[in-house]
């Protein structure tokens, strides 16, 4: 799994979806069980002739995912650690520790080369404001509403 694939399961959670655990603790939206029949009816008579097969019943549609604000989430993760100060609004190393991740430049390094950082990679200010933008567009891209001041 990379870097980037680490970031986003933090804040989407384990599925890498919208309705993932760690988004402000919530659990993935799964259907209700269809209750088991209470009694069972007696057999019918055999048809004399061939009845036209019932259509299966259709199965049923999925709810469209709604957008996540990563933004929102990230917060909520500070907040449950009681680690606000870590300024992951702008810092792609404060983010990465916000989210328990190795923000080594090693690492960093790896997440350019995944992101498609073509600078150099020396953990530079350019590199590092490149990365947490790179992120930030990532994330809006796997399905999270992320504002434009963030991706920018």
Not at 18 to 41: C, I, L, M
Request: hydrophobic share 40%.
């Amino acid at each position: 799994m990379g870097i980037f694939e680490r970031i986003k399961t933090q804040i989407f959670g384990k599925d890498g979806g919208p309705f993932g655990d760690n988004y402000f603790g919530g659990k993935k939206d799964t259907p209700a069980p269809t209750p088991a029949p209470t009694q069972q009816r007696a057999p019918a008579p055999a048809p004399t002739q061939q009845a036209p097969a019932a259509p299966a019943p259709a199965a049923p549609v999925p709810a469209a995912p709604r957008p996540v604000d990563p933004n929102a989430a990230i917060a909520a993760i500070a907040a449950s650690k009681g680690n606000p100060a870590l300024n992951w609004q702008t810092s792609i190393v404060d983010l990465m520790k916000l989210l328990d991740l190795d923000s080594s430049l090693d690492n960093r390094k790896e997440l350019a080369t995944e992101l498609g950082y073509t600078g150099a990679k020396d953990g530079s200010a350019d590199m590092n404001l490149w990365l947490h933008a790179a992120v930030m567009r990532e994330l809006g891209k796997s399905g999270g509403q992320v504002p434009g001041n963030l991706k920018d």
